[in-house]
C-alpha cells in the first residue's frame, strides 16, 4: 500500500511538471501574436495574427526545430568536411600547374589528390541519410511555410508590403533588421 501511495504521488508530481512544462513551451495566449508588415523599412501595418495564422506560425516554427534536430549531425562533420576539400584544393594547386607557356600535371600529387577524393566521397557516403533527412525535411518546411505565407497574405490583403515580422507578446518590430534592397519575411 505504501508503494502504491509513493507511485500516485510520484505519477501527480509528474503530471504537474509535464503541464507546466507545455505550458511554459508555448506561453503566448493566441491574443499575443501579430504581424508587422514594413514597406521600404516603414511599418505600413501592424495587426493581429488569425487562428489560421497563428496555427500555421507554430507549425512552421516545430518544422524549424525539426531542422535545427536534423542540422546537428551534420555541425558535427562540417570540420572534417572543410579539412577534405582544403586538402583537396591544395593538391589539385599543387599537381597541376600552368603558365602562358605550359602546363605541367604532377600525376603522382594527382593520384593523392584521387585517393583524398575517394576518400572524402566514401565520407559523403556514409553521410547521406543525414544529408537526405535535411533535404526531406527542407520540402516540408517549404510546405509549411508556404501555408504561412499563404495565410499572411490573406491577414494583409490590400496592404502594400516587402518586408514581415511575426511579433509575441512584448515584442516591438525590429527595423534593424530590415533592408530596403531585401524582399523577406522576418519570422
Known sequence: MKNATKNLISSLVSLVV????????????????SVVAFKNC??????????????AYLSLKQQEQKMDELELPIQGI????????DSIEKLTKLAIQETDESL???????????????????????HQQDFDA???????IRKYADKFSDNIKDTLAGVDYDQVQVL??????RTSHCDNSLK????
Open 18 to 33: 509535464c503541464q507546466v512544462v507545455v505550458a511554459k513551451s508555448d506561453n503566448n495566449s493566441r491574443d499575443d501574436y
Open 134 to 140: 535535411l533535404g526531406a525535411q527542407g520540402a516540408v
Open 104 to 126: 605541367y600535371i604532377d600525376k603522382k600529387l594527382m593520384e593523392q589528390q584521387n585517393v583524398v577524393v575517394k576518400e572524402f566521397d566514401d565520407f559523403m557516403q556514409k
Open 42 to 55: 516603414e511599418i505600413v501595418s501592424h495587426q493581429a495574427m488569425t487562428e489560421q495564422g497563428i496555427a
Open 168 to 173: 509575441t507578446s512584448g515584442q516591438s518590430p
Open 78 to 85: 562540417e570540420q572534417e568536411m572543410l579539412e577534405y576539400t
Open 184 to 187: 523577406m519575411i522576418v519570422i
